[in-house]
């Protein structure tokens, strides 16, 4: 029995480029395997596995053992295709998944991916980790791919701050100095990690009477687009309102107050530039029953 688009885990879509079609107008047998390679990317996106984070906190690597496609019908120049992933099996060194090549309901194509897992730079083959391979299968069973971590700066500090370097320091420039300030000492902070215990995203709460002051928000590039900044703020939001604020307050960054605009936050004032980059306050009132209710 061929397979179904609800049988994956991981269902990614796409169009069909002309680049990609041959002089039969019709799409080239090898960009199939680029097609799989884009879903497996985009599973280890939806697993909160960002591969090179992964692979670094693993101390490994994985290189593809061998990759096969067995053709069922031909995809054409503009077709939206839906290309599935998932992860079915394991070996001692070894990781198998499977693909497939939807246009609707209709199947395209099938594939199989062999991993090895092997050391840094592929120089030899090694076990795969047994907490790789059960975030792995918590993801197939559609389990929470993420956890919150709320707490003090002493508990959380280090993983904060690997996250804060990653996004503040390397991505956008700001120096060290900028990236920690003497309010962490006594503000609430909220850190999301994955199965690994990788750090993902994170977020802090100073409160000032009845205004809680959000700042530090920083999700890891490769994840953003994945819910986690919602998440983050969420639980930040949360532990405003226990605490009795009336308004929260955070200055937003231009490029992401449209993220803030759709979790119900609004611009106050008029932008200005913070740290050499643009910026706008942002403000969400917890006064009202309405946003008591349903913050966002």
Same mark, same amino acid.
């Given at each position: 029995?061929?397979?179904?688009?609800?049988?994956?885990?991981?269902?990614?879509?796409?169009?069909?480029?002309?680049?990609?079609? #041959?002089?039969?107008?019709?799409?080239?047998?090898?960009?199939?395997?680029?097609?799989?390679?884009?879903?497996?990317?985009?599973?280890?996106?939806?697993?909160?596995?960002? !591969?090179?984070?992964?692979?670094?906190?693993?101390?490994?690597?994985?290189?593809?053992?061998?990759?096969?496609?067995?053709?069922?019908?031909?995809?054409?120049?503009? #077709?939206?295709? #839906?290309?599935?992933?998932?992860?079915?099996?394991?070996?001692?060194?070894?990781?198998?998944?499977?693909?497939?090549?939807?246009?609707?309901?209709?199947?395209?194509?099938?594939?199989?991916?062999?991993?090895?897992?092997?050391?840094?730079?592929?120089?030899?083959?090694?076990?795969?980790?047994?907490?790789?391979?059960?975030?792995?299968?918590?993801?197939? #069973?559609?389990?929470?791919?993420?956890?919150?971590?709320?707490?003090?700066?002493?508990?959380?500090?280090?993983?904060?701050?690997?996250?804060?370097?990653?996004?503040?320091?390397?991505?956008?420039?700001?120096?060290?100095?900028?990236?920690?300030?003497?309010?962490?000492?006594?503000?609430?902070?909220?850190?999301?990690?994955?199965?690994?215990?990788?750090?993902?995203?994170?977020?802090?709460?100073?409160?000032?009477?009845?205004?809680?002051?959000?700042?530090?928000?920083?999700?890891?590039?490769?994840?953003?687009?994945?819910?986690?900044?919602?998440?983050?703020?969420?639980?930040?939001?949360?532990?405003?309102?226990?605490?009795?604020?009336?308004?929260?307050?955070?200055?937003?960054?231009?490029?992401?107050?449209? !993220?803030?605009?759709?979790?119900?936050?609004?611009?106050?004032?008029?932008?200005?530039?913070?740290?050499?980059?643009?910026?706008?306050?942002?403000?969400?009132?917890?006064?009202?029953?309405?946003?008591?209710?349903?913050?966002?």
């Amino acid at each position: 029995m061929y397979p179904t688009p609800n049988q994956y885990r991981l269902l990614h879509r796409l169009r069909v480029r002309w680049a990609e079609v #041959d002089m039969q107008s019709i799409v080239f047998n090898a960009h199939y395997l680029a097609y799989l390679d884009v879903a497996i990317t985009e599973y280890w996106r939806a697993a909160a596995m960002p !591969f090179a984070q992964t692979m670094a906190r693993l101390q490994g690597d994985m290189v593809v053992r061998k990759a096969t496609v067995d053709f069922h019908r031909s995809a054409r120049m503009d #077709d939206w295709l #839906d290309v599935g992933m998932r992860f079915v099996k394991a070996g001692r060194t070894s990781l198998v998944f499977e693909g497939a090549v939807f246009r609707g309901d209709e199947l395209l194509a099938t594939g199989e991916l062999l991993y090895v897992f092997t050391t840094p730079g592929a120089k030899a083959s090694q076990p795969v980790p047994a907490a790789f391979l059960a975030a792995l299968e918590a993801f197939e #069973d559609h389990q929470p791919t993420t956890h919150v971590h709320a707490g003090t700066w002493p508990g959380l500090q280090a993983r904060a701050m690997a996250v804060r370097e990653a996004v503040f320091g390397h991505e956008q420039g700001l120096p060290h100095e900028l990236l920690h300030d003497a309010a962490d000492a006594d503000a609430h902070h909220v850190l999301l990690a994955n199965h690994l215990g990788l750090p993902l995203a994170s977020g802090r709460l100073v409160r000032d009477g009845a205004v809680g002051h959000i700042g530090r928000m920083a999700v890891l590039h490769p994840l953003r687009g994945q819910g986690l900044g919602g998440e983050v703020l969420q639980a930040l939001v949360d532990e405003a309102r226990a605490q009795g604020c009336e308004q929260v307050k955070l200055h937003a960054l231009r490029s992401a107050e449209a !993220f803030y605009r759709h979790q119900g936050l609004v611009p106050q004032g008029p932008p200005y530039e913070e740290a050499g980059l643009p910026h706008q306050t942002m403000v969400l009132d917890l006064s009202t029953p309405a946003a008591a209710a349903n913050p966002f």
